[in-house]
């Protein structure tokens, strides 16, 4: 049997009773298995990695149990984009019926799509045969398929913690496209701003 291996924006000690509802779900089965939990550590390093200059931050590797944490830091860059900016600006406005709340940015996007490819660098390496990768939520919709296009063939799941989108949603075509798509590969355009916010449903009141 394969190991199971969680990949989410942060890691959480699934010993410790603080460490939320991922771990609770997810902790036995990582634990059974002699797991893997990858991702960001919380530290926000000097610099700015985007340029590309910079080699991959070094992975922080500890063992709780029989699971074993690995974590990297961030550049200040790389977290007001992927994090602050698409994450939180976009994706989690868009999937909690907010449109009026997002923040369309090109600059975004890009910074999403280079932290996600980030993942799948610091992940790849840490594979083994059988195993099986549960990357958790909307901050690494990309990474299955940059994990893909660097030749793994391991199985994954991409559960996404997001409401449905509803009709009112759905009809704001230009946003949508822009936040919850697919990956493709594709830039966001920054002109979608403004079509999205004139279009934005009605607050419905549900955060």
């Given amino acids: ?28 089965a990582v634990e059974a298995t002699g797991g893997l939990w990858l991702g960001w550590s919380g530290k926000i390093t000097e610099g700015d990695a985007s340029s590309g200059a910079r080699a991959d931050p070094p992975l922080q590797m500890q063992r709780s149990g029989k699971v074993q944490l690995a974590t990297f830091d961030l550049s200040a860059s790389q977290h007001d984009r992927y994090y602050l ?20 940015d090109a600059g975004y996007f890009d910074g999403y799509v280079e932290v996600n490819k980030l993942f799948a660098r610091q992940l790849l390496p840490l594979l083994q045969p059988g195993d099986i990768a549960w990357i958790h939520d909307y901050h690494l919709i990309p990474l299955a398929a940059e994990l893909r296009a660097l030749g793994c063939q391991q199985r994954s799941s991409s559960p996404a913690r997001c409401c449905a989108a509803t009709p009112a949603l759905r009809s704001s075509a230009a946003a949508v496209r822009s936040a919850t798509s697919a990956y493709s590969g594709s830039r966001s355009p920054a002109s979608c701003s403004r079509r999205a916010r004139r279009s934005a449903p009605p607050s419905n009141g549900r955060l």
């Fill in 85 to 104: 900016g698409y994450s939180n600006g976009v994706l989690w406005p868009v999937c909690h019926y907010r449109l009026d709340l997002a923040d369309f």
């Fill in 1 to 28: 049997m394969g190991r199971l291996v969680v990949v989410s924006n942060r890691v959480a000690d699934p010993r410790k009773s603080a460490a939320g509802g991922l771990a609770v779900a997810l902790g036995q």
